[in-house]
């Protein structure tokens, strides 16, 4: 439950399930490397939007120092 999670995560992280299920089931290459790269996509916008969210954070209660 955190507040940075967005549905457009969610949705990512589900496709990364999808063709995770979908290496273990055929053990293909290319079922592998759509992983990889779906996983290093999903890591990017997790950062990315974590980082997001923190930043805009601070950036409205700079004027408050507590």
Do not use: F
Request: charged share 35%.
């Amino acid at each position: 439950k955190s507040p940075w999670y967005t549905d457009e995560l969610r949705l990512l992280k589900q496709e990364l399930r999808l063709c995770e299920q979908r290496w273990m089931k055929t053990g293909l290459q290319v079922h592998q490397e759509a992983l990889v790269k779906k996983r290093r996509i999903l890591n990017a916008m997790l950062k990315k939007t974590k980082s997001q969210y923190y930043n805009d954070l601070i950036g409205e209660h700079s004027q408050d120092p507590k």
